[in-house]
């Protein structure tokens, strides 16, 4: 494993003392929705492929894409040690240990030259500001993206229904509080995926329209 992130220097903030309860909250407020979006899209991932999962906190998706998709290899990159900590304890208990390579980092604890069939972020990008989507984020995580290759995304995107704007602005002052999480607004991430040159495949609208999962194709 590489070094261990902290607030300070990981802009997508430090989830350490929150993962005990993460699951349970994000159960409380949508149920099982979001992890119903994660999963929309995990057919369309070819049997064999090496997979990149960013941000996947407790491992949940990561049952599913071992299960689901037969990948030759996974890397589960994780900026927080206990959400690592915990999905390599979810994933021994279900005997899919070996096929992971667990990673505590973030996008630049990418060896240069590792490449991916598929990138998948969930609920990942909305921790970020405009400039650190465009600057550092979306750029590495392409690089790691093979040519032809395919990045699933599942995100909030910007509601128009007042209920939901009041929700979400609650969600990221509760996550720059508790976990110093960097973004003071939901960053247009689907622009700035289509300006890094990605093309966008298939979209399913979720959770009332404030989720967007998706296919997107270098
Ligand atoms: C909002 S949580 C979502 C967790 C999980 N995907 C889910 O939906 O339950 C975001 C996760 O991304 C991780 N994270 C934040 N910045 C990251 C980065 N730059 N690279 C990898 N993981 C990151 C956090 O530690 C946290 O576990």
Redesign the pocket.
Known sequence: MTAIMDVKT?P????NWI?PI??AL?FVVFGRK?QQA?ALFLSAIPPKASVLL?????G??LEQVLVRCRPERVLY????SR?VARATRRMAHKSLLGMVEFRV???TSLRSGEQFDVVIT???L??FSENTLQIR?IPRLLSALKPGGMWLVTDFVAPSVWWQKILLWAMIRF?RLIAGIETRKLANWQQYLADAGLVLQARKSQVGGMVSAEVWVR
């Open positions: 990981n997508g903030g430090n989830f993962s993460y699951d994000a979001l994660q960013v941000g996947g906190g407790t949940w998706l990159l994780e900026t927080s959400m980092g973030d996008e969930p609920f990942l909305d921790l984020l996550f």
